[in-house]
Structure formats: C-alpha cells, structure tokens
C-alpha cells in the first residue's frame, strides 16, 4: 500500500538554525499538509497545500515557516530560525480529496528537537 | 467554539477483553467523524470515517459508532490485543471548510 514518506525521523538543530522537513507524498495525491505534536499534546494544523499553493494555514504558521513543492514529488516544511517551542513531532499528511470522505494519509513523522 | 473531547483520558485493559472509547463533539457545521490509531512514535492511521447518516461501522475487530443529535460517538474494541496499545484520536471535520478538529486522543494500555 502507498504510503507517504518523511525525512529525517529525528532532527536535532540549535536554536536559531533553519530546518527543513521533507516529505513524499503518495503519488496520486493532489492536498498535502503539515501538522505538528507536541509531546503529550493535540494533534494540531499548520498549513494545507494544493495546486502549488497554501489553501489555509493556522496561526502557528507565522512568518517562520514556509512550504514548498520544488519538484512536483516533494513536499518541505521550512523553519526559518528555530525556538524551543517548536520541539515536536512534525508529520505531513496528504489526501486525494479536499477532506470529505477520503482518509488523510499521514507520514510518520519528523521529530524536531530544538537546543 | 469548535472543540472535540475524548474520554477516558487512559485506560489499560487485559488482554482479550473489550473496550469502549467516547468522542464528544461540538464542531458545526458536521461533515464526518473519523478514528485513528496512533502507535508510539508513528502517525495516526486511519480507522473509520463516518458521516451524518452513518450510526455505525466496523473495521476488523474496531467498531464506531455515531450519534450525530448527541454529538457522541464511541469506539469499540473486540478482544484486545496487545497490538491495540496506541493513542486513539477522535477527528471531526466541518462540512463549510473541511477543516478538522482533533481530540487529545485516549491511550490504550492492553497487558498480558
């Protein structure tokens, strides 16, 4: 079965440094998404994406983070300067259908650990 | 105020027996109500999703069920495995903008 795809599992940065997250959507998967956990926490929305272009984004999502398609098969999730607060498990998702009545297929994760 | 309430916040069962998970909802307009499973350090899974007119649907040995006038919904698992130790999230999706709003999730504990 597809399955969307993350890397790296585990990114350990100082604080101030940019991240980029990347991920590998399943194939024929037209909506992706980036979400953060922080431990022990909800599940939380950070940014949709579709026709290479944000649809929504939360209010997380200030001017620190940025998404991209560069090449039609990956997605990135950049931070530009990390704090602390944003140590979480961050996961991309994606779904072949604006969320009706098709499953989100979510990767397993990026843990990002900031110091 | 669009929020999703799961209950118990834990629980640890023995092996072979059933559990039930609830799911309060006050998220509206409603589109679907979906339950994922979450092992440890993995992304959710998905295991039902349910509409207005659904009451109840099963997957294997989970079973959901919804009540959309209550805004309850429950999961029920069958015959516990110890695979079943994971977070359970409940997840409800609002029909004018398809955004989705998350439960905290009730983590299963299922012991020999």
């Known amino acids: 079965e597809p399955e969307v795809t993350q890397t790296p599992s585990h990114q350990v940065t100082q604080m101030g440094q940019e991240v980029i997250l990347r991920c590998v959507p399943i194939?024929?998967?037209?909506?992706f998404y980036w979400y953060r956990q922080i431990l022990g926490q909800k599940v939380e929305f950070l940014v949709s994406f579709y026709n290479n272009e944000i649809s929504e984004k939360s209010e997380i999502f200030d001017d620190q983070f940025s998404v991209e398609r560069p090449d039609g098969s990956n997605f990135t999730l950049k931070i530009r300067s990390t704090k602390l607060e944003d140590s979480a498990m961050y996961f991309c998702a994606s779904s072949d259908e604006v969320l009706g009545l098709y499953p989100l297929h979510f990767g397993n994760g990026t843990r990002l650990t900031v110091t | 105020k669009n929020q999703v309430e799961q209950s118990p916040q834990s629980l640890i069962i023995l092996e072979g027996k059933n559990c039930t998970l609830q799911c309060n909802y006050t998220v509206s307009p409603f589109s679907n109500l979906r339950w994922y499973k979450q092992d440890t350090g993995r992304g959710p899974v998905s295991l039902t999703i349910m509409t207005f007119s659904e009451n109840t649907k099963s997957n294997g040995r989970y079973t959901a069920t919804l009540d959309a006038d209550t805004k309850q919904s429950s999961l029920h698992i069958t015959a516990s495995q110890l695979s079943d130790s994971a977070s359970y999230i409940c997840?409800?999706?609002?029909?004018?903008?398809?955004?989705?709003?998350f439960g905290a999730g009730t983590t299963v504990t299922v012991r020999a």
């Open positions: 997840v409800v999706t609002r029909s004018n903008d398809y955004k989705l709003s």
């Open positions: 194939s024929n998967h037209l909506y």
